[in-house]
């Protein structure tokens, strides 16, 4: 077969956003594929614009991909890809009425979120912040006994809410840690799967045993604003608060109030409502660690997570039905 021969036999994607060397040479050996080469964040109208023609649509939890989306770009689009185990951006009822599939990544990245998940609870508990700071800034009067106190996470309560993949490998973790694991899930989990954490019906329960509290939920539009004031106000006194998960699952204006009067000891943020628009409340506090949503980003896990998409598409063209197929 002649280059192109090959090439108009190939289907067209279009990639949303720039990926690790590793995938974007094998989505071009595999695909027509057409890049978004600066990488730059576009919305609805020019990805549609974009993206016209494609069967194939590349995309990760910065873009959002409405009915509106899905609808211009069908009949030609078969699948949409994203980079990511999140898919609260996607409008799954539309794709699924217009049959395009809709692949995701999980399982490929719990390790690496419930490494940053640690690191948000160390660094809150233990003051990350002001400790780097007060060294790089030239501002450390040396060691003394009183300086940066925080708190340990030996024989701590730590409240997972959200007991999947990646809230089962933060409890793994953090048994090593010493810390005793609660959880609120939908559903209660089978004695293998739990390896003795202690299930609340509700989140009410799981915060007024969390002297730590962790959000692993999986983020969806229904669980917007959900660690509201009541719930935090029902955690211990001096808690400490972590969310790798969707910013908007967390109500920013009672964190904050709980920061500001010691209620909430110090929170670690790898995620927020409206990324990447931080609320400047959060810059401008001490106990707080802040992180750029980098749950997933490591070399490894992000090559995985490409060839995951990858291997997805080449099982549907077979006509088989992969693990990683949302519709
Ligand atoms: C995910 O995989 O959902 C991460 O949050 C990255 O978007």
Redesign the pocket.
Known sequence: MTAQNHNQSLENAYVCRRMPAEIEAALKERFVVKLNESDELTDSATIIERAKGVSVLLV???ERIDGNVLRALSPTLKTVA??????DHIDLATARELGIEVL??PDV?SDA?AEVALMLLLNAARRGYEADRMVRSGQWPGWAPTQLLGKGLVGKRLGIFGMGRIGRAIATRSRAFGMQIHYHNRSQLGPEDAEGAIYHATLESLCRHSEMLLVAA??SPQLKGTLDQAHIRALPPGAVVAN???GDIVDDDALIEALNNGHVFAAGLD?FANEPNVDPRYRALDNVFLSP?I??ATEETRNA?GWLLIDGIAALRRGERPANLLS
Do not use: D, E, K
């Open positions: 990760t939890a910065t994203t980079l990511s185990v999140g898919y995701h990544t990245l979120c999986p983020g790798i998960s969707r995620v949503h749950g997933s997570m």
